[in-house]
């Protein structure tokens, strides 16, 4: 199985940027679709966006189409989530998932989780 680590959350200003990643171990990441999610204080966890296990394709949630770019570098194991033009509403503690299959929008077809990592955007 493999073991997710993400790093990269912070505190910053609306209308700034973070970039999130997500390092991988135990199994190679190229055998995975990848995905970030995020769950605000009080709100569930939401879908933000999705990989294929080659990084042609991508999906992402209406709030963030435009302004988050997920990417990966399978040489190094890790994945990416540009986050630029954050908003207040961005806040959340953000995770990266691993699943084996095609890349998916629902958190429940995900087997493996990060312990997530905080944004915070400042007005």
């Known amino acids: 199985q493999v073991q997710l680590v993400e790093s990269g959350g912070g505190l910053v200003q609306a209308g700034g940027s973070l970039r999130l990643s997500c390092a991988a171990s135990g199994r190679t990441l190229s055998s995975y679709a990848m995905g970030w999610f995020r769950q605000a204080p009080g709100k569930e966890r939401e879908f933000v966006t999705t990989i294929t296990r080659s990084g042609v394709s991508t999906y992402y949630a209406d709030s963030v189409k435009g302004r988050f770019t997920i990417s990966r570098d399978n040489a190094k194991n890790t994945v990416y989530l540009q986050m630029n033009s954050l908003k207040t509403e961005d806040t959340a503690v953000y995770y990266c998932?691993?699943?084996?299959?095609?890349?998916?929008?629902?958190?429940?077809?995900?087997?493996?989780w990060g312990q997530g990592t905080q944004v915070t955007v400042s007005s």
């Open positions: 998932a691993a699943r084996i299959g095609q890349y998916s929008t629902f958190e429940w077809d995900y087997s493996y």
